[in-house]
């Protein structure tokens, strides 16, 4: 029959369940078995995975019979994309001097391609209409010039795609993000956000003119 008394400590214990001095209970071992277990499973895994048999990048191999671990592309095989600097798309420069003209037309589809990758990369500093004060700057980011100064509506285009794919100042680049003809379509919005604040209602077509009435 178990019974309930006071132990030594004071605490109360199950007389019949008692352990012998420095014994554990089993509930103990177990858990700290299944730990040892999954702690030993564990680190098989990850030694498995982060010594893998692998070559690096330029590596020695002996598996080639030119000795190299990197293999020659395949023929046919397509770059995924250009960031190469050559020509006027990709680097906004002719013979190194910025370019005041588009390589290609600005259409509408153009300009909703520039403002779509604007609000994406460029506002958030930028801000959406070009005055620089996106949220980062809202939030303590320094601020950029708005691009509705005298200085930067005088700048030749090929500078604005230069200065995406290049950054300045404290504006890191871009070319990674925004694909060449991107650039282009970005620097179409930004001289379309340019305009709005030059443009009066005599500029417009006659057709725009009547959307407004």
């Known amino acids: 029959m178990t019974t309930i008394s006071d ?38 895994c990850h030694s498995d995975m982060y010594n893998q048999k692998k070559y690096k990048p330029l590596a020695a191999s002996e598996f ?18 250009d960031h190469s600097d050559d020509g006027v798309i990709a ?13 290609f037309p600005v259409t509408e589809q153009i300009l909703r391609r520039g403002q779509e990758r604007y609000n994406i990369y460029c506002s958030p500093c930028h801000g959406r209409t070009g005055d620089g004060r996106g ?8 601020q950029p010039p708005s691009y509705h100064t005298d ?5 030749p285009v090929g500078h ?7 950054g300045f100042g404290r504006m890191y680049p871009y070319a990674d993000r925004v694909a060449p003809r991107d650039r282009w379509a970005i620097a179409a919005y930004i001289r379309a956000l340019q305009a709005s604040r030059q443009t009066t209602v005599a500029d417009l077509p006659p057709s725009q003119r009547q959307q407004l009435k």
């Open 64 to 81: 080639y019979p030119d000795g190299q671990a990197s293999r020659p592309l395949v023929d046919g095989t397509v770059v995924h994309r």
């Open 91 to 103: 680097s906004g420069k002719v013979n190194g001097v910025p370019v005041n003209g588009f390589p």
């Open 160 to 166: 604005v795609v230069d200065v995406i794919a290049h």
């Open 135 to 142: 949220m980062a700057v809202q939030r303590g980011f320094p």
């Open 7 to 44: 132990d030594m400590d004071g605490g109360l214990l199950a007389s019949g369940n008692r352990h012998a001095p420095g014994a554990r209970p089993r509930g103990a071992a177990a858990i700290a078995g299944i730990a040892l277990a999954a702690a030993i499973v564990f680190a098989g």
């Open 151 to 155: 200085s930067l509506r005088a700048r």
